[in-house]
Every structure is written in C-alpha cells, then in structure tokens.
C-alpha cells in the first residue's frame, strides 16, 4: 500500500510542475495549417526591414546616437547569445529526462524520485533562464532609450509598420521632429490676434475643419463623437484666447497637447507597449532596436552618416555681386554664367 503522505507530496509536486509547464505553454510551437516557405518568411523578413528603415528615416538620428544605439544593439546580441549557449546546455540535459518521464508516464507507472527531482531542476532552470533574459532586455531597453529625444520616443510609440511611409515620416520638412507642437502653437496664437467679431463668426468653422482633418487620421466619427469633439475644440479656443500673453507662454505646449484629436486605439496600444515592457517583454523600441536582425541596417545608416560629404559655410567675401536693376528688372547670375531675369 502506498504511502499516503507521500502519494499527497507527490500530488502537490506534480500540481507544481503542471503550473510550470502552463506558464511555459506560450514557448511550445502552435500547430500550424499550412507551413510558412522559405519564400514567404523571406518576404516577411524584407517587410519588416522596409517598415524599420521608414521609422529610422523618420529619426533622424545623429551619429552619436547611432553610434550609442548600436552599442546597445551589440550588448543584446552578445546577451541572446549567451543565453542561447545556457539554453542548448539546458535542452541537451532536458531531452533525456523527458524522454525518460514520458515512458514512465506512458506506462502509468511510479515516477523516481530521482527522475521527478532532475525534472524540477530543469524547469527552474528554464525558469532562471527566462527571468534573466527578460530582466536585461529590460535593462537594455531603457539604456537605448536614454539615448532618444522625447520627439524621437513619441514616434516610435505612435508607429506603425508600413512599406510606404505617411507623410509625417516622408515629408524632410518634419524629420526627427515627431509630433511638433509649434504648428499647433501657431494655430493657437493666430486665434489670439484675431478680432473677436472675426473669431466669433469663423470659430464653428475652424472646430469643423479640424474634425475633419482628425477624421483623415483617425477615421470617421459617429454624429456623437463630431459634436463632442467639436464642443471641445471651440472651448480650448476660448481658454487659448482668455490667457494672458505671460499664462499663454507658460501653457501653449501643454495647450497644444489637447489640441490633438484622442486616438483611444493608439492610447491602448502605447499602453499594452507599456505593460510589455514593465513585464519585461520586447517594447516597441526594443524590438526594433535590439533585434538582430536590425544591427546591420543601423551599422550601413551609420557609415552612410560618416561617409557623407561635409558640408562647408560659404566665404560670403568670395561672392560676386551682380548688375543693379535696371528698368524694374534685375539680373542674377547663376552657375553657368547665364542670366535669370525676373519682374520686381
């Protein structure tokens, strides 16, 4: 007859690992229906580098900070590397005792307690390996970021893969300035030099403007969410036009914040990005920065930068003046020693 304080440890102990096993459940390969082919993962591969050199375009980044950035892309490397020597050290140890535990278990028979004890060694080990992995992907994660501006973080949170870049990462006039306030700021201190008969009588006409340019980003509203949103803007009109030129300089960045049209899916999105990374999961930077994958396309944009010709200031003392206007048209030289004319 067995031993009834033992038959319960053993209960309790096989509860243990079952929970590990669950815990590691999203590490085991999901059947799949139709195999992905080398061309398709190719292709994908290719994707994701196109999506990425948009973002990096988008940047604008230094050479320093390309030069810091890829150093801690090469710390992550020489980290998964590591782990990976750990973890095949850890599945040729494993393969043997699971093989050995699956016959027992297929014969319904006692489990050794030799065997159940090397089980649990190597799920704690995986559990060790994980915990270490995740805490400096962490750790490099936020070293990477230090080296962004809060600009350059904004974009990278509010991105989203694409083969063609929007306008906002496409237009050179707005690199590296993600989300710049000074348009809205602009906007704001030309309702404050308007009239107030002239703002009263277009203000409707300004909220509905900007609703519809929000709908262009965000999609379309509801009657609802139009009046709501509509409400909002003409009463961020009125405290913008209400300030005092000194309580208007202090609070047109803040201003210009609210101006912006709430986008609640990206809001989630930066959220869960959030949660990834406090649980210690790739961020939306770590996994554009840190993968390696990505170091080769951050070392050729480097190089590009070091290559690059260096631009010099021009000796203004070398410049030759040209002819003074003469009968309302002026004449300016241009390279090829022609004349441009051009009416005052």
Not at 141 to 168: N, S, Y
Not at 311 to 322: I, Q, R, W
């Amino acid at each position: 007859m067995r031993n009834p304080w033992k038959l319960g440890w053993t209960v309790v102990l096989a509860s243990w690992l079952c929970v590990g096993l669950s815990a590691a459940a999203e590490k085991l390969p999901r059947p799949k229906m139709i195999e992905a082919s080398d061309e398709e993962r190719a292709l994908n591969q290719l994707r994701m580098e196109i999506s990425f050199l948009n973002l990096l375009n988008g940047l604008n980044l230094s050479e320093e900070q390309l030069t810091q950035i890829i150093a801690v892309g090469k710390e992550a490397e020489e980290m998964r590397q590591s782990l990976k020597t750990r973890r095949q050290k850890l599945m040729d140890e494993a393969e043997p005792s699971f093989t050995q535990l699956k016959a027992v278990l297929a014969k319904n028979g006692e489990i050794p307690e030799k065997l159940r004890q090397r089980v649990f060694g190597i799920e704690n080990a995986e559990l060790r390996l994980r915990q270490d992995y995740q805490s400096e992907l962490a750790r490099l994660q936020e070293k990477a970021e230090k080296v962004l501006t809060a600009g350059q973080k904004e974009m990278i949170a509010d991105f989203d893969p694409c083969l063609i870049p929007p306008q906002h990462l496409a237009d050179p006039s707005r690199i590296g300035q993600a989300n710049d306030a000074s348009v809205f700021e602009k906007m704001m201190s030309n309702w404050r030099e308007m009239p107030k008969p002239q703002f009263e009588r277009f203000k409707e006409n300004i909220a509905e403007r900007h609703v519809a340019q929000a709908e262009l980003h965000l999609g379309k509203m509801t009657a609802e969410e139009r009046s709501k949103e509509k409400a909002r803007l003409i009463a961020l009109m009125d405290k913008t036009r209400s300030l005092s030129d000194v309580d208007f300089a202090f609070q047109k960045g803040e201003l210009a914040k609210q101006l912006k049209p709430k986008d609640e899916a990206k809001d989630q999105s930066k959220k869960l990005d959030k949660a990834r990374q406090s649980g210690y999961g790739y961020s939306k930077l770590g996994h554009f920065f840190l993968g390696h994958d990505m170091l080769p396309l951050l070392e050729e944009r480097l190089a590009l930068l070091k290559n690059a010709p260096e631009m010099k200031p021009t000796d203004l003392s070398t410049v030759k003046g040209v002819e003074a206007c003469k009968d309302g048209v002026c004449g300016i030289s241009d390279l090829d020693g022609r004349r441009a004319k051009s009416r005052r």
